[in-house]
């Protein structure tokens, strides 16, 4: 029960603002697809952000971008960290996040 | 199939040499201990190395060691990389991998 509710924050949060890509449940490609997009509408850097078990994904999608499509674009800085989520009932749970952040 | 091969391989680099810890399939709060052990034992670096979907555990390990067991303990460093995997048919398969310095 409590893994479906994190995984509905995460759907919420998927939609991206500025230079910042939301990792979520769907596949790796399709954020490789969003972060390529964005350095081609000019973004100099893009961040990837991930939560739980989705931080794997995340270091997938860095990886994917910078080896097969992006080739001048580096992986500027790596920063990890705890968030504290409040779930509907009011209790409070830890989880990992990481921020990747790509520049060209 | 793959996957379990993948598990296996996992399994053998799970022994730790100098001062590298493994993360595999064991429960966090066990690496998070191999950790603490290792810096109790005169160590003043730890590289915690995992790969694939261990990642997001590596990165457990590392915020959990350093908010709740050894306040004192800094994130130095963080690294991704890709790596490849030759399973037992001679097929090669590519995974991401993480190594988070810890230092204190």
Known sequence: MTEEKKDENEMTEEKKNENVVFIG????????????TQFNNGMSEVILKARGKLISRAVDVAEITKNRFLTGVTIKDIQIKTEELTSEDGSLSKVSAIEITLAK
Not at 30 to 36: C, D, E, F, I, N
């Open 25 to 36: 449940k769907k596949g790796v490609m399709g954020y490789v697809l969003a972060v390529v």
